[in-house]
């Protein structure tokens, strides 16, 4: 098949495109490379972002208004209007490109429908729908948890889709004309709930690199006979809504208390991607989140590589895969201490996470799962004419 993945999430479609091009496929890429992260991409599509207090209020403003990037989806016409004749297209998020808003999304998503045979919607990221659902309350807690008056500049981003010019209309618009929408995590399998078209959950892919060398690893992984290495992968500008101030809050009890003794704590901040793989594979625990019902890239790497993860577990929490990390400084303490008291659990927790991250973020397996879904099948290739939420999604 042809296949055009528009739009990135922590390299989710820099991973599917390696394993579909395996799989004898023609993929294309067009993306910004995920702001900083820069993942590869075979068409760029971006806006120069001039630095400064007033250039970025400009942008706030232009976004909010649904205007920003009309004059870049313009200059970029030319290449838009290429994009054309592929059997599949798949966008990450109603907004798949930053660098626009949502009159030039809507512009864009509509070329893209018109010129092509299959539209798809990957549901990553902030949305209207999860956006709303967070504000609702549908979740016990979510990553807008922590929204007040005082911290509202923080989540500008993120109300926009529900208040900002167009977003909504921008939502129901893609909802109307793609033939799928797959949510990638579990919040947005229940954000999405009761909506037509909606699949299974599809999981995030593993880059093949790490996956084969997690693979690879020995399976009997031992907690090390000195210290246990606690490693806090901290998201700088990202703190209330991932809860990394409980995390350390919980870690930094330990270290005033007769415990300090047994731990390393190390707090990563803004890394190359190299030197945070390979600070990873020493952990032996994990901090991710506390925020989420589900686990991103970050947490699936930790867990690849047999740490035991404090993240979203909120429907494993009985399966020993890792701790679900609650924002409650007291509950992150006693499940820290619990783990540094029982070494057997940590080892066994440790194994559990390797073997479940292996198998459900295998990036053969998780292609085949979007190649059912593109071509009208249920994830197991049985035939179907529409989806459950209730189908199988491991």
């Given at each position: 098949m042809?296949?055009?993945?528009v739009?990135e999430?922590?390299?989710?479609h820099?991973?599917?495109?390696?394993a579909?091009?395996d799989?004898?496929?023609?993929?294309?890429?067009?993306?910004?490379g995920d702001?900083?992260?820069n993942f590869?991409r075979?068409?760029?599509?971006?806006?120069?972002?001039?630095?400064?207090?007033f250039?970025a209020?400009?942008?706030?403003?232009?976004?909010v208004t649904?205007t920003?990037?009309?004059?870049t989806y313009f200059k970029?016409?030319?290449?838009?209007?290429g994009l054309k004749?592929?059997?599949v297209?798949?966008?990450?998020n109603t907004v798949p490109?930053?660098?626009?808003?949502?009159?030039a999304s809507y512009?864009?998503?509509?070329?893209?429908?018109?010129n092509?045979?299959?539209?798809f919607?990957?549901?990553?990221?902030?949305?209207?729908?999860w956006?709303?659902a967070?504000l609702?309350?549908?979740f016990?807690?979510?990553?807008?948890?922590n929204l007040?008056i005082k911290?509202l500049?923080t989540?500008?981003y993120?109300?926009k889709?529900?208040?900002?010019m167009f977003f909504k209309?921008?939502?129901?618009?893609?909802?109307k004309?793609?033939?799928?929408?797959?949510?990638?995590?579990i919040e947005?399998?229940?954000a999405?709930?009761g909506?037509d078209?909606?699949?299974?959950?599809?999981p995030?892919p593993?880059?093949k690199?790490?996956?084969?060398?997690a693979?690879?690893?020995d399976a009997?992984?031992?907690?090390?006979s000195?210290?246990i290495t606690?490693?806090?992968?901290?998201q700088?500008g990202?703190?209330l809504?991932?809860?990394?101030?409980?995390l350390?809050?919980?870690?930094?009890r330990?270290?005033?208390s007769?415990l300090?003794?047994?731990?390393?704590y190390?707090?990563v901040?803004s890394?190359?991607?190299d030197?945070?793989?390979?600070r990873?594979?020493?952990a032996d625990i994990?901090?991710?989140?506390?925020?989420?019902?589900?686990r991103?890239m970050?947490?699936?790497f930790g867990?690849a590589?047999?740490?035991?993860?404090?993240?979203g577990?909120?429907?494993?929490?009985?399966q020993h895969?890792?701790?679900?990390?609650?924002?409650d400084?007291?509950l992150?303490e006693?499940?820290l201490?619990?783990?540094?008291?029982?070494?057997v659990?940590?080892?066994?927790?440790k194994?559990?996470?390797?073997?479940?991250?292996l198998?459900?973020?295998?990036?053969?397996k998780?292609?085949r799962n979007?190649?059912n879904?593109?071509?009208?099948?249920n994830?197991?290739?049985?035939q179907?004419?529409?989806?459950?939420?209730n189908?199988n999604?491991?």
């Amino acid at each position: 098949m042809n296949i055009l993945l528009v739009g990135e999430f922590s390299g989710v479609h820099m991973t599917l495109a390696r394993a579909l091009k395996d799989d004898g496929h023609n993929v294309i890429i067009v993306s910004d490379g995920d702001s900083y992260k820069n993942f590869s991409r075979d068409i760029t599509i971006t806006a120069q972002k001039r630095k400064g207090k007033f250039a970025a209020l400009a942008r706030m403003f232009l976004d909010v208004t649904g205007t920003k990037g009309l004059i870049t989806y313009f200059k970029h016409r030319k290449v838009i209007a290429g994009l054309k004749g592929y059997d599949v297209v798949q966008i990450i998020n109603t907004v798949p490109l930053d660098c626009f808003g949502s009159i030039a999304s809507y512009l864009f998503v509509r070329k893209l429908k018109e010129n092509n045979k299959k539209l798809f919607l990957c549901a990553l990221g902030d949305d209207y729908r999860w956006v709303k659902a967070c504000l609702l309350n549908r979740f016990k807690y979510s990553a807008l948890s922590n929204l007040t008056i005082k911290t509202l500049h923080t989540y500008i981003y993120s109300l926009k889709y529900v208040y900002g010019m167009f977003f909504k209309k921008l939502h129901m618009y893609v909802e109307k004309q793609c033939d799928g929408i797959i949510p990638g995590l579990i919040e947005y399998a229940i954000a999405y709930e009761g909506i037509d078209k909606v699949t299974p959950i599809i999981p995030l892919p593993l880059p093949k690199k790490i996956f084969d060398e997690a693979n690879s690893m020995d399976a009997n992984v031992h907690t090390s006979s000195s210290r246990i290495t606690i490693f806090h992968g901290w998201q700088v500008g990202r703190e209330l809504k991932k809860g990394n101030f409980i995390l350390d809050e919980a870690v930094k009890r330990i270290l005033q208390s007769n415990l300090a003794g047994k731990i390393d704590y190390q707090i990563v901040k803004s890394v190359p991607f190299d030197e945070y793989i390979t600070r990873i594979k020493s952990a032996d625990i994990f901090l991710d989140q506390t925020y989420s019902y589900d686990r991103g890239m970050n947490a699936i790497f930790g867990m690849a590589y047999s740490s035991v993860v404090f993240s979203g577990f909120e429907y494993e929490k009985e399966q020993h895969i890792g701790i679900s990390a609650e924002p409650d400084v007291d509950l992150i303490e006693k499940e820290l201490i619990r783990l540094i008291d029982d070494p057997v659990l940590m080892k066994t927790i440790k194994n559990n996470a390797r073997d479940y991250a292996l198998k459900r973020h295998n990036p053969e397996k998780v292609m085949r799962n979007y190649l059912n879904v593109w071509q009208g099948y249920n994830l197991d290739g049985s035939q179907t004419h529409s989806w459950s939420l209730n189908g199988n999604n491991k």
